[in-house]
Each structure stands twice: as structure tokens, then as C-alpha cells.
């Protein structure tokens, strides 16, 4: 099949706000690509290349202005052996080696293919395409049940290789997709609260859990090997040996644990986030070391354990990880759970979790089963642009554009952001220094006083609140702005919605969004 095609099909899903419309479009697209040809272009469509990261930037790739093709003769299986052979380059000479096969790529590609190129290639695609909408879209070309094809992506960790067995296999290939000690799983996600007898009256019985300031961690235990992946499913184990002997020192063979790392201090209260980020990220560094607390358990000894309701689950978490298990306390007494969030905050740590103890795991998605609650107002929001800075700061780039998620579309392109504010404050002449080296090289063209970037940087903003407002598109600004901390163990697609924030305006006006032009005339 053409590149071309998936170029077409793109097109089509960014046109229309109709979900099947959306579905119909994929579906049409998938049925008609050979066996070979599936994986890499639902790596495509996601803008999540099958190879991973190709280690090539916005500024190398812009340069690749010259000539293009005439007509569409690039194909799905040329452009995943080009992406192939770039992740392979290493060596003496592999930047002229990499420019050449970069030019010949740009070559064989029309001049709008080379442009879909270079976004799948930062990450920059925005089509509205997620990944349910594509696993529906799976489902319609495999003629397979949808909730098959989500458990299938869930257990299996990658949609590519499931739309291959869907699309290839029998249903029985399909629904015997299970676990696999040592292949990271999608972790389930939370939604927010914004009080604990509000989290505890959605919940009803519930767990109710420290949240901690920390990273999120999946713990894989196959007899003495042991792997540690990220939220976004990296694999760390090398970086964190202390978190390996745990593993290996709990009373199984095979499990799969859910939990936080944080590293403490001296007194045993939790460090700054960016402490144990450091540290997360350090490939030789031990000087801080980081502690796992476990609060759930998927798998273990042959038993895969989602489909349990979270209070088994944590029984069996209790036997398995005990001395490991993150605090937490058993109610449906809004009085107890209050007191117990305090003690959390107490103890220096962000808040609590509020877990259904009725629920089961539910992988990859976020729900009303989860509930985080914390009195501080924090959101998850991706850098758009950075202003360069004044005075002191007039050497770095400073002032960050922040933009929330905007999945339907509703303030311009779907599954893009749209701007709710700026802000320079709470960054540290560290973070200043680390964001001016970072964002340089992922520019992408510029902005009043600075640079556009590829916006896949998440960073954890604190707010007093929000307010409404004429000047920025989402119709909303940010009350008091001031950065946390940079996230890169999430990904852009895990950021706060437009409407989670809007849903703090006065009334909760979530609901009532408006469009560009109608904001003009009022």
C-alpha cells in the first residue's frame, strides 16, 4: 500500500468531529493492508513508530527542503525499512550517512507527504485518532468484538501487534492474548476529586491510599529476572538495582506489580520530586536511592488477577508485597478517609487515592474507579512555545506557552492543545538552564519573543485557579501560575483536557464550551 493512502485517510479523520466517521475511515484503511504492512502503519497513524525513538530532530528534518516527488509513489513498507535502518546508524560517520538516507526519503515523498513525514517522525501528528477510536477502528476491519480488541491492546501493551492478530488471526488468537511476564503492561489511569467525600461518595467502599509525589513504576518478576518499566512502558531497569532486589527478594516465581518509586531523606520524608526524577534518570548515579510502594498486583504464578475486584487484588498484594504496600485504609467513612488524607499531607506527601474496592483493573484507561484527590490544584499541561527571557534571564529561555489537551476537537484541531496561559514562575536557574538546552532542540518555528515547539513536553503546573477570558482560545486563563516540576515520565496524550479545566470555572462550565467565533462576539 502507498504512504500516500494512510496521508489520505489522515486527512479524512481530521476533517470530522464524528466518531465513526473517524472509525469508518480507519477501518477502510486497515482492511486493505497486507499482513506485513499492519504493525507499521498503526504506527503511523499514532505517530508512534514501531523502531521507537529515530534519534532524528525538527531542525535536521527541516532542512530536507529540496526537490520532492511529483506523484505519491512512497510506500508503507519503504518507510518503515527507512525508519528501520535510521535507528540502526551509529559510528563514526553515521551523521552524513543518516543525512543521506534522510534526503533520499525526502526525495521519493510528495511535498505534503514529507510534511506528514517529519510530524510522524517528532511526534507532532495530531489527527484525533487515539488509540480507542483506533481499536474500535480494528474491531470493524477485523470484524472482531470490540471489547476483545481492548483487552487484547490492554494485556498485550501494543496496539500494533494486536490489529496484526486481529486482522490476521482467528478469534480464539485474539481472546488468548494474556499477560506476559516481562512485557509492560498500560497502566491504569486516575481521575480527579475534589474532596475525599466527594471521591469516597463516586467510590462508595474504597481503598484510600497515600498519594506520593513519585514515579510511576511496573515491576515484572519471572523467577530471578526481573524488569522495570515506566509509565510509559520504558524499560529502566538498569537504573534502579534497589528496586530489582525487592523483586527478587518477594516470596514468588512469576508476578506483575503496580506501584510508585520516591526517594526520602535522611528522616525518611519524601524528597522533591525532581530529586527522584534525577535519580530515575541517572544511568550511574546511586547516591539517592528509591524506594518501590506497591499498590496493586496484575499477575502472579500464573494468574492473571484484573478481572478481580481491587479488594482481592490487595489481599494478595498484602501476602506478596506487604512490607512494600503503599499506606493505606479500608472505608466507606468519609470522616476516617478525611482523617487519613491529612495524615498523608502530614507525612509530606501530595494527597490520597480513592479506589472502589468492587473494581477491577482497567488498563490503558482513565475512570471514575480512581480517584486522586489533592488540595493543592495541580494539572499536567504541554509546552507550546518558550519566550526568551529578560534581564538575569536574558541568556535562557524562560517564559513557557502551556496548552491543555483538546481530544474532540473543540478549539481547533482534534486530539491538539490549545493555549490557557503562560508563566516563568517557580523555575529554578537549574530548570532554566535544562529547559533552554531541551527546548532549543526541539524548536519548530517561533513565536512572539521566542520559539514554537514540538509539544510533547509535559510539565506539572500549580494554580490558584482559573478564570475566563478573551485572550487566549480555550476561553480560560490560569490564576497564579507557577511551574512544579517537568514529567517526562508521561507522555503528551496523558495531559489535562480543556475541559477538566473549565470544570473549575464558577458553576462548573465544562459543558458549555464555545467555539472561536462565537467567543468574538461576546
Not at 506523484?71 to 553515521?94: H, M, Q
Amino acid at each position: 500500500m502507498l504512504f500516500g493512502d494512510i496521508e489520505t485517510t489522515l486527512v479524512a479523520v481530521t476533517s470530522t468531529r464524528s466518531r465513526l466517521a473517524k472509525v469508518d475511515a480507519l477501518a477502510a484503511l486497515l482492511s486493505d493492508l497486507g499482513p506485513d504492512e499492519i504493525a507499521p502503519a498503526v504506527g503511523l497513524l499514532t505517530a508512534s513508530p514501531r523502531q521507537g525513538r529515530l534519534g532524528v530532530g525538527w531542525r535536521t528534518l527541516s532542512a530536507r527542503g529540496g526537490a520532492h516527488a511529483a506523484d505519491p509513489t512512497l510506500t508503507i513498507r519503504e518507510v518503515d525499512e527507512a525508519f528501520s535502518r535510521l535507528v540502526e546508524i551509529g559510528g563514526a560517520g553515521s551523521a552524513a550517512v543518516r543525512t543521506a538516507l534522510l534526503d533520499d526519503l525526502a526525495s521519493r515523498a510528495t511535498a505534503s507527504e514529507w510534511q506528514l513525514l517529519v510530524r510522524i517522525m517528532t511526534g507532532e501528528l495530531r489527527t484525533g485518532a487515539l488509540e480507542g477510536v483506533l481499536q474500535d477502528a480494528i474491531a470493524r476491519a477485523a470484524e472482531r468484538d470490540g471489547a476483545a480488541v481492548r483487552r487484547a491492546a490492554m494485556l498485550s501493551g501494543d496496539l500494533g501487534e494486536t490489529a496484526v492478530i486481529a486482522l490476521t488471526g482467528s478469534v480464539d488468537d485474539l481472546t488468548a492474548v494474556g499477560f506476559v511476564v516481562g512485557r509492560g503492561v498500560q497502566p491504569m489511569l486516575a481521575s480527579t476529586a475534589a474532596t475525599v467525600a466527594e471521591a469516597l461518595d463516586a467510590a462508595g467502599r474504597a481503598s484510600v491510599e497515600y498519594k506520593l509525589d513519585g514515579a510511576r513504576v511496573q515491576v515484572h518478576r519471572r523467577g530471578d529476572e526481573v524488569r522495570v518499566f515506566t509509565r510509559t512502558l520504558a524499560d529502566v531497569t538498569h537504573r534502579v538495582p534497589e528496586i530489582v532486589e525487592v523483586a527478587r527478594s518477594l516470596p514468588v516465581e512469576d508476578v506483575i506489580l503496580d506501584g510508585e518509586t520516591l526517594s526520602l531523606d535522611d528522616d525518611g520524608a519524601p524528597r522533591p520530586f525532581q530529586d527522584t526524577m534525577a535519580r530515575f534518570g541517572a544511568e550511574t548515579a546511586r547516591e539517592i536511592a528509591l524506594r518501590p510502594w506497591f499498590f496493586d498486583i496484575l499477575h502472579v504464578d500464573g494468574r492473571d488477577l484484573i478481572d478481580e475486584p481491587l479488594e482481592a487484588r490487595l489481599d494478595e498484594l498484602q501476602r506478596v508485597a506487604g512490607e512494600y504496600r503503599i499506606p493505606g485504609l479500608l472505608t466507606d467513612d468519609a470522616r476516617a478517609a478525611d482523617a487519613f488524607a491529612r495524615a498523608a499531607l502530614d507525612a509530606g506527601h501530595e494527597g490520597v487515592m480513592v479506589k472502589g474496592l468492587d473494581a477491577p483493573y482497567a488498563a490503558g484507561r482513565r475512570g471514575k474507579s480512581w480517584l486522586k484527590v489533592k488540595p493543592v490544584h495541580t494539572f499536567d499541561l504541554v509546552v507550546l512555545g518558550v519566550e526568551r527571557g529578560s534581564g538575569r534571564r536574558a541568556e535562557w529561555l524562560s517564559n513557557l506557552h502551556l496548552g491543555a489537551r483538546d481530544p474532540e476537537g473543540a478549539f481547533g484541531e482534534p486530539g491538539g492543545f490549545v493555549m490557557v496561559g503562560k508563566t516563568f514562575k517557580g523555575l529554578t536557574d537549574e530548570l532554566l538552564r535544562w529547559q533552554t538546552a531541551h527546548f532549543a532542540d526541539r524548536a519548530m518555528g517561533e513565536v512572539a519573543g521566542g520559539i514554537r515547539v514540538v509539544p510533547d513536553t509535559v510539565v506539572e503546573i500549580a494554580i490558584d485557579g482559573v478564570q475566563r477570558s478573551v485572550r487566549y482560545p480555550g476561553g480560560i486563563a490560569l490564576r497564579f501560575a507557577r511551574v512544579k516540576g517537568y514529567r517526562p515520565d508521561k507522555p503528551a496524550a496523558e495531559a489535562d483536557t480543556i475541559s477538566t479545566l473549565r470544570a473549575m470555572l464558577p458553576g462548573g462550565a465544562a459543558g458549555a464550551v464555545t467555539s472561536p467565533d462565537e467567543r468574538t462576539t461576546r
